[in-house]
């Protein structure tokens, strides 16, 4: 039964090979930045955490006047995927809302001009950005 299976493991990396494009090195690159994956997910689900708490904050201070704000910026993110990407990552991070994304750049919603500004040049654009290996 083992053996059967190997073959079909075979025949379909056969298929796939000749009728669909796919290559190996392809996967060797996933495999090879699964560890960045990890590490991004890792610093998003902190960063969800402490932007949760600063807007817990913001809601409890209970001030009259949010000094809310819209940026315009260029990421360094030049992929496709990859901006993407980041703008679901800026809407993922409470505070912030990612309206608009197209060539020119990305125009995001913010509780705050201090939430606005954490999004230029973030640490995730970086992340991103060695994920695609251009670092």
């Known amino acids: 039964m083992l053996a059967s299976g190997i073959v079909a493991v075979l025949l379909v990396c056969a298929f796939c090979h000749r009728f669909m494009g796919y290559r190996i090195r392809k996967e060797w690159g996933?495999?090879?930045?699964?560890?960045?994956?990890?590490w991004y997910f890792i610093v998003l689900i902190k960063d969800i955490i402490a932007a949760n708490i600063q807007v817990i904050g913001f809601i409890l201070s209970r001030?009259?006047?949010?000094?809310?704000?819209?940026?315009?910026?260029?990421?360094g993110v030049k992929s496709v995927p990859g901006r993407v990407l980041l703008a679901?990552?800026?809407?993922?991070?409470?505070?912030?809302?990612?309206?608009?994304?197209?060539?020119?750049?990305?125009?995001v919603h913010a509780l705050t001009p201090e939430i606005a500004k954490a999004q230029q040049g973030s640490?995730?654009?970086?992340?991103i950005r060695e994920m695609e290996g251009e670092s």
Do not use: A, W, Y
């Open 123 to 127: 640490k995730f654009e970086k992340c």
């Open 30 to 38: 996933i495999l090879r930045n699964s560890g960045r994956f990890i």
């Open 63 to 75: 001030k009259d006047r949010i000094d809310q704000c819209l940026i315009r910026f260029q990421p």
């Open 88 to 107: 679901s990552t800026i809407t993922l991070i409470p505070g912030s809302v990612t309206g608009e994304m197209t060539d020119d750049g990305f125009t």
